[in-house]
T-cell receptor, first 113, second 111 residues
């Protein structure tokens, strides 16, 4: 597609529930990234995919967070047993490679009540 | 550990002024630096990308400079307009496929 698409744009869920956030990157971009942005802060790295594999998941805060990219295109970020502290904007980005710029999606605003 | 700082945190100027936003980083071993714009409740829009070997990049009224050795970048906005009001974020590519972001500068341009 023309840009990075993220769905849903907003998600409200109850504490303890499971959520899935979807990212559809720019066609042909092999690298895909997830970031999390809390209010008043800059985005923080969560995980990076090169193709289908998670090349670096060092930013995932704990084992409740998991992400997949089974066919090397669309990615899903999965959060189990959500907590109020998980509330944030989750941003997805894609790029062609190391020295190219990142294109971000509009984000998913997750609110855990 | 790479740390990125942006000064000022907030800036308010009248329309037509030229302004400079500052970004500093602690580790000069970077691949590139990217400036983004973020409107309230929205995602990030890329403005300029400067490779580590470059000194500056220009796009329209925007000019970004990079001094890698001193760990600094500036974003210069000429003839500011109310539509420029947004949060401006700089991000350093550390070379490990991670961007490290500053906390941003909130810009308000008044008519």
């Amino acid at each position: 597609g023309a840009g990075v698409s993220q769905t849903p744009s907003n998600k409200v869920t109850e504490k303890g529930k499971y959520v899935e956030l979807r990212c559809d990157p720019i066609s042909g971009h092999t690298a895909l990234y997830w970031y999390r942005q809390s209010l008043g802060q800059g985005p923080e790295f969560l995980i990076y995919f090169q193709g289908t594999g998670a090349a670096d998941d060092s930013g995932l805060p704990n084992d409740r967070f998991f992400a997949v990219r089974p066919e090397g295109s669309v990615s899903t970020l999965k959060i189990q047993r959500t907590e109020r502290g998980d509330s944030a904007v989750y941003l997805c980005a894609s790029s062609l490679g190391q020295n190219t710029g990142y294109t971000f999606g509009s984000g998913t605003r997750l609110t855990v009540v | 550990k790479q740390e990125v700082t942006q000064i000022p945190a907030a800036l308010s100027v009248p329309e037509g002024e030229n302004l400079v936003l500052n970004c500093s980083f602690t580790d000069s071993a970077i691949y590139n630096l990217q400036w983004f714009r973020q409107d309230p409740g929205k995602g990030l829009t890329s403005l300029l990308l400067i490779q580590s070997s470059q000194r500056e990049q220009t796009s329209g009224r925007l000019n970004a400079s990079l001094d890698k050795s001193s760990g600094r970048s500036t974003l210069y906005i000429a003839a500011s307009q109310p539509g420029d009001s947004a949060t401006y974020l700089c991000a350093v590519n550390t070379g490990f496929q991670k961007l490290v972001f500053g906390t941003g500068t909130r810009l308000l341009v008044s008519p």
